[in-house]
């Protein structure tokens, strides 16, 4: 049997953050040239060999807002990977514009980035509803999560498809050896018991191409989000090649 295809869903928030830096009180419409436009960015993405693309409407719309989503709805061909922190305001856009997976994250205004993996335990209700919502809409349920065997359970109760991995603190401890080893350990446990337990099992967060080759040693993933480093790569190689190469880079997965 030919190994599994690890698949490549592309962050596309980073070029979003990018335009916002110079036009964020500015209209994104009209005759003036709004650059960079997230959504041609995701086609030469789509057109580089990835299988999807992912995007997160954040409460602040400090990247990514309403429209970009709707066009990117409209326009890609892979699957939209919809990730969002569980307000009413968030939960009802992505039952209106129905992307084809919704990934729930935390989200905290504060925060850079997404930092911590979500607290399904203590939260279960919420994030059980949730998942019941677009599941009946049609909408395969992600969660971002630590590799946390609780967190995994309570995933499992909650009714998610899927999870997501949060790498973030494997690539932030990458250069310290035994740390980086301490926390793939912990992913490797974390990917077979939600394997057991049904849940398909994605990862992101904080990945490179240089941190990916020990990603490898991860069992069951079917698909990585990776935004930052493609398109910080971009800048220098374009994005066509940063995929390319990303794709490289994940190629020979065991499975
Ligand atoms: N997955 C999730 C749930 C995220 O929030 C992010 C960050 O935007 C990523 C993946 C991609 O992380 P990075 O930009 O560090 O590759």
């Known amino acids: 049997m030919s190994a599994p295809t690890l698949e490549l869903g592309v962050n596309i928030d980073h070029v ?4 916002q830096a110079r036009y964020r009180d500015q209209p994104t419409e009209g005759p003036r040239r709004v650059e960079p436009d997230p959504v041609a960015a995701a086609l030469a993405c789509e057109a580089a060999g990835c299988h999807g693309i992912t995007a997160h409407l954040r409460e602040d719309r400090r990247h990514i807002i309403d429209r970009d989503v709707r066009r990117l709805r409209e326009a890609i061909r892979t699957r939209l990977n919809f990730e969002m922190a569980i307000t009413p305001e968030i939960v009802a856009f992505a039952l209106d514009i129905k992307p084809d997976i919704v990934c729930i994250v935390p989200e905290r205004r504060e925060e850079v980035t997404t930092e911590g993996g979500l607290e399904v ?8 509803a949730t998942c019941a919502r677009m599941r009946d809409a049609g909408i395969t349920t992600s969660l971002f999560i630590g590799p946390d065997p609780a967190q995994i359970s309570a995933a499992a109760r909650a009714g998610a498809d899927a999870i997501e991995l949060h790498t973030g603190r494997y690539g932030d401890h990458w250069h310290l050896k035994r740390e980086r080893n301490d926390e793939i350990q912990r ?6 018991q939600a394997h057991e337990l049904g849940l398909q099992v994605n990862a992101g967060h904080g990945l490179n191409v240089e941190n990916l080759p020990l990603i490898h040693l991860v069992p069951h993933l079917v698909e990585l989000n ?3 480093s493609i398109v910080s790569r971009a800048v220098f190689i374009g994005l066509d090649a940063a995929v390319k190469e990303m794709l490289k880079a994940m190629e020979g997965y065991p499975g």
């Open 16 to 19: 979003a953050t990018l335009r």
């Open 121 to 128: 335990v203590g939260h279960e209700e919420a994030i059980t």
């Open 187 to 192: 992913l490797v446990a974390a990917a077979r």
């Open 226 to 228: 990776i935004g930052h």
